[in-house]
């Protein structure tokens, strides 16, 4: 059974596009024949795609002028944005006793506020429209926790909050929003944060998936097949792996 999405004449936001998942997620949406709008602070890769159907931002979302500015020019080119992928994030492992002020509100700043300003940017469009997908990223360790990772932890169960409201406010315009926890994958943000002997432990245990893994669940929420989807995290968990005998 194979499942394919065609997005042909759609289009798509993705912020944090660079790397990971939102590199990947891009990828897929150019595949299905999307016009992806991609953005990050790093670009290289971005610029490597060589695609005509992807353009490419240069985007700090801590900057709230600059995010005005971005969406403003955006609907002088596009007159909607059919879904959005809001992958943008950082993870610094530091204690609580250890951790700076400027550390802590690094986190908040990117991983919370950040996609609030997207987010803010996005809801006159989609309503307007009255139809559209926003997803928003969260993570296991905004309820399960880990050392050293108090800031990213809290910045993620905001991110929860964030889309139980928004999804209040957005029901009655056909407009969707959802959280996606996408479970322990290799992304940079990932493999910066974690010790050798963490990342082992897990490629040992729960397994570690790809980037290219995660997309298929992000196509489905930003597909007319979820319209009935709003307001909820959705759980990728893996199997763990069996022990070897």
């Given at each position: 059974?194979?499942?394919?999405y065609d997005?042909?004449?759609?289009?798509v936001?993705?912020?944090?596009?660079g790397?990971?998942?939102?590199?990947a997620?891009?990828?897929?949406?150019l595949?299905?024949g999307?016009?992806?709008?991609?953005?990050?602070?790093k670009?290289?890769?971005?610029l490597?795609l060589?695609h005509?159907?992807c353009?490419?931002?240069?985007l700090?979302?801590?900057?709230?002028a600059?995010?005005?500015?971005?969406?403003k020019?955006?609907?002088?080119r596009?007159q909607?944005?059919?879904?959005?992928?809001l992958?943008?994030?950082?993870?610094?492992r530091i204690?609580?006793?250890s951790?700076?002020d400027?550390e802590?509100?690094?986190?908040?700043?990117v991983?919370l506020t950040?996609?609030?300003?997207?987010?803010?940017?996005?809801?006159?469009?989609m309503k307007?429209?009255?139809?559209g997908?926003?997803?928003?990223?969260t993570?296991?360790?905004?309820t399960?926790?880990?050392?050293g990772?108090?800031?990213?932890g809290?910045?993620?169960?905001g991110?929860?909050?964030?889309?139980?409201?928004?999804a209040?406010?957005?029901?009655?315009?056909?407009?969707r929003i959802?959280a996606?926890?996408p479970?322990?994958?290799?992304?940079?943000?990932?493999?910066?944060?974690?010790?050798?002997?963490?990342?082992?432990?897990?490629e040992?245990?729960?397994?570690?998936s790809?980037p290219?893994?995660?997309?298929p669940?992000?196509?489905h929420?930003?597909s007319d097949?979820?319209?009935?989807?709003?307001?909820n995290?959705?759980e990728?968990?893996l199997i763990?792996?069996?022990?070897?005998?």
């Open positions: 059974m194979k499942v394919t997005f042909s004449s759609k289009i936001l993705i912020a944090g596009a790397s990971g998942i939102g590199l997620i891009t990828r897929t949406c595949q299905a999307a016009t992806v709008l991609a953005s990050d602070i670009i290289d890769a971005l490597n060589k005509p159907a353009e490419i931002t240069r700090d979302i801590t900057d709230s600059a995010i005005t500015f971005y969406f020019n955006l609907l002088k596009h909607r944005i059919d879904a959005a992928v992958a943008s994030g950082i993870q610094e204690s609580v006793e951790m700076r400027f802590w509100q690094k986190h908040i700043d991983n950040g996609i609030f300003y997207m987010v803010r940017s996005l809801f006159p469009i307007n429209q009255r139809a997908s926003i997803v928003v990223f993570s296991g360790l905004a399960q926790g880990y050392p990772a108090t800031a990213y809290a910045s993620k169960a991110l929860i909050g964030l889309v139980k409201s928004a209040q406010e957005l029901k009655d315009h056909g407009v959802n996606v926890s479970g322990i994958t290799h992304t940079p943000l990932f493999h910066e944060s974690a010790t050798a002997e963490e990342v082992k432990m897990y040992e245990s729960l397994g570690v790809l290219e893994e995660v997309a669940m992000l196509m929420l930003i097949g979820a319209t009935s989807i709003s307001g995290v959705i990728r968990r763990p792996k069996k022990p070897n005998p």
